[in-house]
């Protein structure tokens, strides 16, 4: 099934600073705010450096779809240095969601993809796929829920077309893409 990013739920950061599109939450009834979800997929633009929302119980990936990348400072003790990590473009981050960070900008806004899942509860496999014009994919999708997000041009399903910042979501089970240009790139989420 295809979810376009017109249907993505927009609402405040928990911390009030930005804006995140919510692509899927689950329980469907769960919320941001409350926190009362196994997990959720969203991605928002960082427009300045601030500081991240603290989300207790909860396990975070940060992927930087678009931009030159950020930096992650990371409190782990109060009172201790901060321990800084440099994300580049494309390249999954794993990190609790219950330590204090505050993010840079290296050059610019950024957009990035989140993916939050209740710690010891739920594991999330991320993976980045660039094709070549017309090239297939055959995604074996092993989660009991899995999505797949186009990160930069279109690529082709057998439910139509999924365009830039579009997602497609589907249970466990093989799935082909087709590229529609080079350098179409997915970001692939199976949560168990």
């Known amino acids: 099934m295809i979810i376009e990013k017109k249907n993505y739920k927009r609402s405040n950061w928990k911390n009030g600073l930005g804006f995140t599109n919510e692509i899927a939450i689950y329980p469907a009834d769960a919320s941001l705010a409350r926190g009362d979800f ?8 960082i427009e300045k450096a601030s500081p991240f929302s603290l989300f207790p119980a909860h396990d975070r990936t940060l992927v930087v779809l678009q931009g030159a990348g950020i930096r992650l400072l990371h409190t782990f003790e109060e009172g201790e240095e901060s321990e800084t990590v440099s994300l580049p473009l494309l390249e999954p981050y ?3 969601g219950d330590v204090p960070s505050r993010c840079e900008l290296v050059q610019g806004p950024i957009t990035d ?3 939050f899942t209740k710690t010891g509860e739920i594991n999330a496999n ?3 796929q660039t094709l070549d014009a017309d090239e297939e994919f055959l995604w074996s999708a092993e989660g009991k829920w899995n999505y797949a997000f186009a990160v930069q041009h279109a690529v082709q399903t057998e439910s139509g077309t999924l ?3 579009d997602s497609y979501s589907c249970s ?3 799935v082909t893409f087709t590229a529609s240009e080079d350098g179409a790139t997915l970001l692939l989420v199976s949560l168990y």
């Open 38 to 45: 196994l997990w959720r997929l969203s991605s928002a633009r």
């Open 94 to 96: 794993d990190f609790p």
């Open 113 to 115: 993809f989140s993916i």
């Open 126 to 128: 991320t993976v980045i």
């Open 163 to 165: 365009v830039e910042g």
């Open 172 to 174: 466990s089970g093989e």
